[in-house]
């Protein structure tokens, strides 16, 4: 991980708290509904909003849901995003993953979306950045994880 996105990590990192930044909690959701139909024509597909995301390091993401193993209609079937943007709840943070997104990216234009995010005062961090060894605040063993704690399970993940 370079050093200005360790910095930027690093900022958003907070003692002791690990699903919910205390004291700056602001409601993020209008900024994201406003981003999805933006996200949308940019990418030209229907995108899906997880909002039960519970237990977790971030808030929501906002994805396009692989019609193979998930029935829209039905709301049956596996989450599996082909890609998704997932947004921290800390520092503002957002990163891409999803199952094809590095094979598919110009087809999605996720560059775009990712200026799009950015423009309304995210932050991307690149996922592959994330699976460096968590080493902020709250320092080499604390009590979220049974693995090794990386930055993407710090702020992008299940705890």
Do not use: K
Not at 34 to 45: C, D, N, R
Not at 57 to 71: A, C, I, K, P, W
Request: glycine letters at 8%.
């Amino acid at each position: 991980m370079d050093r200005a996105t360790h910095e930027i990590l690093t900022m958003a990192d907070r003692l002791d708290e690990w699903e919910f930044p205390s004291g700056d909690n602001v409601d993020l959701w209008p900024v994201i509904n406003s981003l999805v139909a933006e996200l949308e024509t940019i990418t030209g597909y229907y995108l899906d909003v997880d909002r039960n995301v519970q237990d977790a390091s971030f808030m929501t993401e906002v994805g396009l849901l692989d019609d193979r193993y998930y029935n829209r209609a039905a709301g049956t079937g596996a989450l599996y995003y082909i890609f998704s943007f997932r947004f921290s709840n800390f520092g503002r943070l957002f990163t891409l993953h999803g199952g094809e997104w590095e094979q598919r990216y110009e087809e999605f234009r996720l560059g775009r979306c990712i200026d799009a995010i950015g423009s309304r005062g995210f932050v991307y961090v690149a996922a592959d950045a994330l699976d460096s060894p968590y080493d902020g605040v709250n320092g080499s063993d604390p009590p979220i994880s049974g693995s090794p704690l990386t930055w993407w399970i710090r702020f992008f993940d299940y705890i």
